[in-house]
């Protein structure tokens, strides 16, 4: 028993208690077991991890494609017979689903990628500890040493690995994409790059605003989905106010069944009505919902057309005015001015 002891270790393997049950030779047990069981072992620990590593991709991958996957009835409706050019607006529709779909994949795929690296990464870093492990290797001072190193990395790198862990909900939770208006607090703009690590937005100014993931506490997305801008229209205290909507009205139906490439309004417009007495005029509101990032553009486009009706209806738009009451010595008033 000693002798086996000495060959096999206190646990004999199977092999080796075989082959010195057999020959009555601790050596040719012992070289069994280099020879026959350790290889044996060691290559049944790397099919072990290529198929782990192999269906474990697949999965990822799986799970990455079910990310990219986008509900084709959010957006697309039947067209309003009464609405000019409905084809266009059904092809429009149809582009905007396209453009979701391709963002969608696009954030599928890199985060698959990062998912798929990780999980071999993982896998082969414990199919080599089991290697070693089976070459009687000892492990401990090399974990040991790795623990330190490890525990040292961490320590200087807690900002690193925050941006990865918040660019990775970033991309599953799809906060904002490339081509979205964004405002991340002290940065917004124009996102044109979504990493792990960082995220690159450029202002209306053409500055370039490079923001750490982990440093985004909140950000608001103007581009997801569909825009919306509220629009406020002043006029005159005496002015009819149902003439003055219905012109609002007549200005924002026209630009909304036009179907404007660069300005598209995506359903009909609402003058909510008055909204503020203010010093000078009447405040009248509406509100207006268009494609992703174009409200500036339908705004800018509804102002001028404004204008326009206005002067030809005879709506005045007013400025601040001030009136100046003169007294004479005697109290009594001489007259009045209009600044």
């Given at each position: 028993?000693?002798?086996?002891?000495?060959?096999?270790?206190?646990?004999?393997?199977?092999?080796?208690?075989?082959?010195?049950?057999?020959?009555?030779?601790?050596?040719?047990?012992?070289?069994?077991?280099?020879?026959?069981?350790?290889?044996?072992?060691?290559?049944?620990?790397?099919?072990?991890?290529?198929?782990?590593?192999?269906?474990?991709?697949?999965?990822?991958?799986?799970?990455?494609?079910?990310?990219?996957?986008?509900?084709?009835?959010?957006?697309?409706?039947?067209?309003?017979?009464?609405?000019?050019?409905?084809?266009?607006?059904?092809?429009?529709?149809?582009?905007?689903?396209?453009?979701?779909?391709?963002?969608?994949?696009?954030?599928?795929?890199?985060?698959?990628?990062?998912?798929?690296?990780?999980?071999?990464?993982?896998?082969?870093?414990?199919?080599?500890?089991?290697?070693?492990?089976?070459?009687?290797?000892?492990?401990?001072?090399?974990?040991?040493?790795?623990?330190?190193?490890?525990?040292?990395?961490?320590?200087?790198?807690?900002?690193?690995?925050?941006?990865?862990?918040?660019?990775?909900?970033?991309?599953?939770?799809?906060?904002?994409?490339?081509?979205d208006y964004i405002d991340a607090g002290e940065?917004?703009?124009?996102?044109?790059?979504?990493?792990?690590?960082?995220?690159?937005?450029?202002?209306?100014?053409?500055?370039?605003?490079?923001?750490?993931?982990?440093?985004?506490?909140?950000?608001?997305?103007?581009?997801?989905?569909?825009?919306?801008?509220?629009?406020?229209?002043?006029?005159?205290?005496?002015?009819?106010?149902?003439?003055?909507?219905?012109?609002?009205?007549?200005?924002?139906?026209?630009?909304?069944?036009?179907?404007?490439?660069?300005?598209?309004?995506?359903?009909?417009?609402?003058?909510?009505?008055?909204?503020?007495?203010?010093?000078?005029?009447?405040?009248?509101?509406?509100?207006?919902?268009?494609?992703?990032?174009?409200?500036?553009?339908?705004?800018?486009?509804?102002?001028?057309?404004?204008?326009?009706?206005?002067?030809?209806?005879?709506?005045?738009?007013?400025?601040?005015?001030?009136?100046?009451?003169?007294?004479?010595?005697?109290?009594?008033?001489?007259?009045?001015?209009?600044?």
């Open positions: 028993m000693d002798e086996l002891t000495e060959a096999c270790g206190s646990s004999p393997r199977l092999l080796c208690e075989t082959v010195f049950d057999w020959t009555g030779s601790g050596t040719a047990a012992k070289w069994a077991g280099w020879l026959v069981e350790g290889p044996l072992r060691i290559l049944l620990i790397l099919v072990a991890a290529w198929l782990i590593n192999r269906y474990g991709r697949k999965a990822v991958s799986k799970f990455s494609d079910r990310l990219a996957e986008v509900e084709n009835t959010e957006d697309i409706e039947e067209g309003d017979p009464n609405d000019e050019g409905p084809f266009r607006r059904s092809f429009q529709r149809l582009n905007r689903l396209r453009e979701r779909k391709a963002r969608a994949a696009q954030r599928a795929e890199t985060l698959g990628a990062v998912l798929r690296s990780l999980l071999s990464g993982v896998v082969w870093t414990i199919a080599g500890t089991l290697i070693l492990s089976e070459l009687g290797i000892n492990l401990a001072p090399l974990i040991a040493s790795a623990g330190v190193v490890g525990l040292a990395i961490g320590f200087g790198a807690q900002s690193v690995v925050r941006d990865f862990l918040a660019g990775m909900f970033v991309l599953i939770e799809d906060h904002y994409g490339v081509g940065a917004s703009g124009t996102v044109e790059l979504v990493s792990l690590r960082a995220t690159r937005m450029r202002d209306a100014s053409g500055v370039l605003w490079i923001v750490p993931n982990g440093e985004i506490k909140r950000v608001g997305n103007y581009s997801q989905l569909y825009s919306q801008t509220r629009m406020q229209f002043e006029v005159a205290y005496d002015t009819d106010i149902d003439m003055a909507s219905d012109v609002i009205k007549g200005v924002l139906d026209e630009v909304w069944r036009e179907n404007r490439q660069d300005a598209t309004v995506i359903e009909e417009p609402v003058v909510l009505g008055i909204d503020a007495f203010g010093d000078n005029a009447v405040v009248i509101a509406a509100v207006v919902k268009t494609d992703p990032s174009e409200q500036w553009a339908v705004a800018r486009e509804i102002r001028s057309r404004i204008k326009k009706e206005f002067d030809k209806h005879g709506i005045e738009i007013p400025f601040p005015q001030r009136t100046v009451w003169v007294r004479s010595e005697d109290g009594s008033t001489a007259a009045a001015f209009e600044a």
